[in-house]
């Protein structure tokens, strides 16, 4: 029980430590995909109140 319960930890804080090696280039990605999204949905509110 407690070696599962290790290796889990071991698990997770190597996962954190690809998320966090790779976590600039994630935020930067979900920081240009927002953007994006946003622009697309003002386009579309600002079709709808044209018409």
């Known amino acids: 029980m407690a070696a599962r319960l290790l290796e ?24 240009l995909s927002l ?3 946003v622009g697309i949905v003002i386009l579309l509110v600002g079709f709808l109140c044209v018409d």
């Not at 966090?20 to 280039?25: D, W």
């Open 8 to 31: 889990g930890i071991g698990r997770s804080a190597h996962l954190l430590l690809l998320l966090s090696r790779i976590g600039v280039f994630a935020r930067l990605a979900f920081f």
């Open 35 to 37: 953007c994006w999204l």
